[in-house]
């Protein structure tokens, strides 16, 4: 039924479209629309420009101004651009007033990621969380436009008639398919939860962060698997436990799905059973994009996150990966940029603010394998704080060590 609501097709160009706030000012914008940007790329759309307005309040309408919509206008007829993506989320009639004025496809950043998701969903278990999502979101949407949607309705018995709407019969397919959906994620979170319980009392550790920062290539370090990895945002939607020994000390350990801001909240609730391995877990693992000139945003927002879903008070070790591709500064000060934020070398940023964290963190190179012996003893150390408390009559010196 995915393949039903994919919106996007590949290949398409599309113009980027965001505002300047209360919330973001010109320089947060231009680093959301980056973020955007390398979103539509990797929906395979072709990004060819980008349109911002500064606004007080978002304009009912457009959402935009009218004269921005009609500049908007100009340059995609101009052009022949196939799709216009917004930053934040329209309204269902913003949505539709857009669509009517521009005459092209409309969407959002969350209808955007949801696409992206659809597009990455490979289990039976994902499928049914992502098509969930997108039913929630399309539902107070439907309009005439949705036609493509399933007749699984028709013949006598049914409450359909000849004077009918279309689009009332559409809304009555997906408030049966979300019912449908729900029940079946119940029947799924419940498996999982029996799962979970099944793999025994070991220490479970949990891999968190946004998306792309290295999380799977991590787990296949640690467990000497081989989990799908890739320089794409979201590529991996499964939860997947490996069950992984270090010094003689077995624990479990699970990847999760990359977190990212103003992630949709049909979403969270539809990924609810992937997120319970996060708010389960005894340790987790914060991974962070070190080389991301954005990062310090990046930890926050996934700190807040899970502060949301109720993990924000786990034993936590942030692990700042991706150090082979840290820019250090140049050592002539003539050569910096003073328009550009400071940036600290390596060893300036751990006696920084990283320092005063009431967190353990640690600077590793999963892909070059830089600092992992360090990191392997960290990890070590934390679950076996925790495996004395849960068997205290274990020998210790069993656990000898990384």
């Not at 969380?129 to 028709?154: C, D, F, I, K, S």
Request: glycine content about 6%; overall charge neutral; proline content about 3%.
């Amino acid at each position: 039924m995915i393949e039903n609501l994919k919106i996007l097709q590949a290949q398409q160009t599309a113009v980027l479209v965001g505002v300047i706030d209360k919330r973001q000012d010109a320089g947060m914008l231009e680093e959301y629309l980056d973020e955007l940007a390398f979103l539509a790329t990797t929906a395979k759309l072709i990004p060819v420009k980008r349109f911002f307005q500064k606004l007080d309040h978002p304009d009912p309408r457009f959402y935009i101004g009218s004269g921005k919509a009609h500049e908007i206008k100009k340059y995609l007829d101009e052009n022949k651009v196939d799709v216009v993506i917004f930053d934040d989320e329209l309204s269902p009639s913003q949505q539709r007033n857009l669509e009517k004025e521009f005459q092209r496809k409309v969407v959002d950043r969350n209808l955007l990621i949801l696409d992206i998701f659809a597009d990455r969903a490979r289990t039976s278990h994902a499928r049914t969380q992502v098509e969930l999502a997108r039913y929630q979101y399309l539902l107070p949407r439907l309009t005439g436009m949705w036609t493509h949607l399933e007749r699984q309705r028709g013949g006598t018995g049914t409450r359909g008639g000849a004077g009918e709407k279309e689009i009332e019969t559409d809304r009555r397919i997906v408030r049966d398919r979300i019912s449908l959906l729900k029940e079946e994620l119940k029947h799924i979170d419940k498996q999982m939860a029996t799962q979970r319980k099944g793999r025994g009392e070991l220490v479970r550790v949990a891999l968190v962060g946004y998306t792309n920062v290295g999380k799977s290539t991590i787990m296949n370090l640690l467990s000497k698997s081989n989990v799908f990895a890739e320089n794409k945002l979201f590529a991996t939607l499964d939860t997947t436990v490996r069950k992984v020994v270090v010094g003689n000390l077995p624990f479990l350990l699970s990847d999760t799905v990359g977190f990212i801001r103003k992630l949709p909240t049909q979403l969270v609730e539809s990924f609810k059973s992937t997120l319970d391995e996060t708010r389960e877990a005894d340790i987790l693992l914060h991974v962070v994009d070190i080389s991301h000139p954005n990062f310090e945003d990046q930890l926050k927002v996934v700190s807040e996150t899970l502060a949301e879903i109720g993990a924000g008070d786990k034993r936590t070790i942030l692990v700042f990966n991706k150090i082979d591709a840290y820019r250090e500064p140049p050592k002539d000060e003539h050569l910096l940029d003073p328009t550009k934020k400071q940036v600290l070398t390596l060893k300036e940023l751990e006696k920084s603010w990283m320092s005063k964290l009431q967190k353990q963190c640690i600077f590793i190179s999963a892909t070059d394998k830089e600092n992992i012996d360090a990191f392997r003893a960290m990890i070590f150390e934390e679950v076996k704080a925790i495996h004395t408390k849960r068997y205290p009559y274990d020998k210790l010196e069993y656990w000898g060590g990384v």
